[in-house]
């Protein structure tokens, strides 16, 4: 079974950074895709980003040119380093892993995820 575990939330002042990580048990090689969604208080989760096993991203208008996110094999770890941090990027951030395979990185479906982690709280204060 795998499991995911998000670390690296916190609080910061907007404009700064924070990297928040996401453990995959098992091997991250193995999944073809791993996504990161946030979820701000009484709102809909909603998609950042998205890893292929390819190295292909994507991101939401919302972040991209500020998050990056990548994947480090060896460590089995998948990363989102957030810069420009804004209030409005508060939220619970969660990670999920794919194993379907597709050739770009904005095709994957959050209802088709196959695992997510339990999620990690950012709070931007201005």
């Known amino acids: 079974q795998v499991q995911l575990m998000e670390s690296g939330g916190g609080a910061v002042q907007s404009g700064g950074s924070l990297k928040l990580s996401c453990a995959v048990s098992?091997?991250?090689?193995?999944?073809?895709?791993v996504a990161w969604y946030l979820q701000a208080p009484g709102k809909e989760r909603i998609w950042v980003a998205t890893?292929?096993?390819?190295?292909?991203?994507g991101y939401a208008d919302s972040v991209k040119d500020r998050f990056h996110v990548y994947r480090d094999n060896a460590k089995n770890t998948v990363y989102l380093q957030m810069n420009s941090l804004k209030p409005e990027d508060t939220a619970v951030y969660y990670c999920?892993?794919?194993?379907?395979?597709?050739?770009?990185?904005?095709?994957?479906?959050?209802?088709?995820?196959?695992?997510w982690g339990q999620g990690t709280q950012v709070t931007v204060s201005s």
């Open positions: 890893v292929t096993s390819g190295g292909a991203t």
């Open positions: 999920a892993a794919d194993t379907r395979l597709y050739y770009s990185a904005y095709s994957y479906q959050q209802d088709d995820h196959d695992y």
């Open positions: 098992g091997s991250v090689a193995s999944m073809n895709a």
